[in-house]
């Protein structure tokens, strides 16, 4: 007897075959990339891991519970990556497999807190635990080592103004904890009466704490605009597009002259020549910089002796004036794990043969830097003469990252701890040029500038370069992966802290709280299992009788 698809008897069987029921597990982890640019549903967060904890909720056994995290982890990391298959080519499945066992705990997790019919105390519990044990997933990846905190589900929420301030308080990981908390509640109440009821009041909940961290937490307050001039040259293709490329950007700041400029930021990789050993090209940067008024802050990938003395390819942030360099340089600390090191180079070196993996380890820095930009001589509007320059004290000071550092929460931190007033990142993403990771990277500069209440502009060679205000709202219009221009963002500035840069992570260790709290409930629970404590003077016919 033929039984129609759909029938309860069908899906049944299907949640039973491995190989469907495999399949369903990467397809359902898979969802919440479409919450993340390009397609930006950014609501659909909210309900993308319902079909997964539904799925791992029905697994029946732990081996199975496990399984379907491993394999809706290996789904998620491939679609928030896919964008790398042309690079990495069936290498990629490779690594999402490995880092998709990150999720087979948390897979057992959920099966524990949703199996069954959870009771009131169960799905009160598992609101806070379940999310509690994606956060530490989101933490162990965001590790350098296993490729850094790209795709924190979190960060799908860019966006959103009441997002936006939720990460001003405990960055990216309260907003990833918000997002996976609401998938949780929605999940049980479509379970238990009686979980409905408590799913119901962790919404209401999680809304009053966004609302009142609308209201109540701390803002920092506009202190000034500074003019920052971004230079896009565009693709530029061939033998000699390194040399292309540089003409082109030095083309393109000169229509920044008369503008009023404080600074000028080129993208990653802009200049490919140690500018230290050129005294030529130096010069070249030099006089850009007298012609349009302002320092320009260039990015070198070239061989150079860093400050410890090693000697290799590193890629750096320098500031170079009217005089030549400044003497402000920053060596990028946090390398792309295959896209400019292998790990494991003399084992995993032949990933080199089947991608476009680096073919020469860079090094890397050992610290973080804040620059000083002193403000250039302003010209008066009626007289063209110019005005006087900013003293000393009243210096712009600049915290710069390099391309994917601008994911890490802790960096952009750490240099506003240090005074910067402006974050840049300067950045390259050609080699994905019509894919989602331009829209991605330049997406976490809003998260970065929300985070730590200071504007961050995002400059690439190739798009999309844009700019961010102190909470996280976009500045003027970007350009586009079809741009080769230059534009000028006008950034407002901000005084004052965020609770994030005073308090740093303290959700992480406040996840951390909650899972050891249920492990030891658990602990406990199957102690109390094992060792049962016989009843003192028991009635039955079996129970002994103490005497006086």
């Given at each position: 007897m033929r039984i129609p698809v759909g029938r309860p008897e069908q899906r049944e069987r299907m949640l039973r075959s491995p190989w469907w029921r495999g399949g369903g597990a990467l397809l359902a982890g898979a969802l919440p990339a479409l919450a993340f640019p390009a397609p930006s549903l950014w609501w659909f967060a909210y309900v993308a891991l319902v079909p997964w904890l539904l799925l791992i909720r029905s697994a029946g056994t732990a081996r199975r519970a496990a399984l379907d995290g491993w394999l809706g982890g290996t789904g998620y990391l491939l679609a928030v990556h896919q964008w790398l298959m042309p690079s990495l080519h069936v290498f990629i499945v490779v690594l999402a497999a490995l880092l998709g066992l990150l999720w087979a705990p948390w897979g057992l997790l959920v099966s524990r807190m949703l199996g069954g019919a959870p009771s009131v105390a169960t799905a009160a519990a598992a609101v806070m635990v379940v999310p509690s044990g994606w956060l530490m997933i989101e933490l162990a990846?965001?590790?350098?080592?296993?490729?850094?905190?790209?795709?924190?589900?979190?960060?799908?929420?860019?966006?959103?103004?009441?997002?936006?301030?939720?990460?001003?308080?405990?960055?990216?990981?309260?907003?990833?904890?918000?997002?996976?908390?609401?998938?949780?509640?929605?999940?049980?109440?479509?379970?238990?009466?009686?979980?409905?009821?408590?799913?119901?009041?962790?919404?209401?909940?999680?809304?009053?704490?966004?609302g009142a961290i609308w209201t109540w937490a701390p803002q920092p307050e506009q202190s000034g605009v500074a003019r920052i001039g971004v230079v896009q040259p565009g693709v530029v293709s061939g033998p000699n597009s390194v040399a292309l490329r540089l003409a082109r950007s030095e083309q393109l700041t000169r229509t920044l002259a008369g503008r009023d400029v404080d600074l000028v930021v080129w993208g990653e990789s802009s200049v490919g020549q140690d500018l230290s050993r050129r005294p030529d090209l130096t010069a070249r940067i030099a006089k850009l910089s007298r012609e349009v008024g302002a320092d320009v802050l260039v990015n070198e990938d070239a061989r150079h002796t860093g400050t410890s003395g090693r000697t290799g390819i590193f890629k750096s942030a320098v500031l170079v004036g009217p005089d030549g360099p400044t003497g402000d340089r920053y060596d990028k600390m946090r390398l792309v794990p295959f896209g400019e090191y292998i790990p494991a180079r003399s084992v995993l070196g032949w990933v080199t043969s089947v991608g476009k993996a680096a073919g020469e380890d860079r090094l890397r820095g050992t610290r973080q830097v804040v620059m000083s930009v002193p403000e250039p001589p302003r010209t008066d509007g009626f007289t063209g003469s110019p005005t006087a320059v900013r003293a000393p004290e009243h210096t712009l000071r600049i915290g710069p990252l390099v391309c994917f550092e601008s994911a890490f929460p802790d960096m952009s931190r750490r240099l506003t701890r240090d005074g910067a007033?402006?974050?840049?990142?300067?950045?390259?993403?050609?080699?994905?040029?019509?894919?989602?990771?331009?829209?991605?990277?330049?997406?976490?500069?809003?998260?970065?500038?929300?985070?730590?209440?200071?504007?961050?502009?995002?400059?690439?060679?190739?798009?999309?370069?844009?700019?961010?205000?102190?909470?996280?709202?976009?500045?003027?219009?970007?350009?586009?992966?079809?741009?080769?221009?230059?534009?000028?963002?006008?950034?407002?500035?901000?005084?004052?802290?965020?609770?994030?840069?005073?308090?740093?992570?303290?959700?992480?260790?406040?996840?951390?709280?909650?899972?050891?709290?249920?492990?030891?409930?658990?602990?406990?629970?199957?102690?109390?299992?094992?060792?049962?404590?016989?009843?003192?003077?028991?009635?039955?016919p079996k129970a002994g009788v103490r005497g006086p």
């Open positions: 990846r965001s590790w350098q080592g296993l490729g850094g905190p790209w795709g924190l589900l979190g960060a799908s929420q860019w966006q959103v103004p009441a997002a936006l301030r939720v990460a001003s308080v405990g960055a990216v990981w309260l907003v990833s904890l918000l997002v996976v908390a609401v998938n949780t509640a929605v999940t049980l109440l479509l379970l238990t009466p009686g979980a409905r009821a408590a799913a119901a009041v962790a919404v209401v909940v999680c809304a009053l704490a966004v007033q402006l974050l840049i990142a300067q950045s390259s993403t050609s080699t994905f040029q019509h894919t989602w990771a331009p829209e991605q990277h330049a997406s976490l500069g809003a998260l970065r500038a929300a985070e730590n209440g200071r504007p961050m502009v995002h400059a690439t060679l190739t798009g999309i370069s844009t700019a961010y205000g102190p909470q996280g709202g976009r500045v003027g219009t970007p350009l586009g992966t079809d741009t080769s221009g230059a534009t000028v963002f006008d950034v407002p500035l901000a005084s004052g802290s965020t609770l994030y840069v005073r308090l740093g992570d303290w959700p992480v260790y406040g996840a951390l709280a909650v899972l050891a709290a249920f492990c030891a409930y658990e602990g406990g629970r199957s102690l109390r299992r094992r060792n049962p404590v016989e009843r003192v003077g028991a009635v039955g």
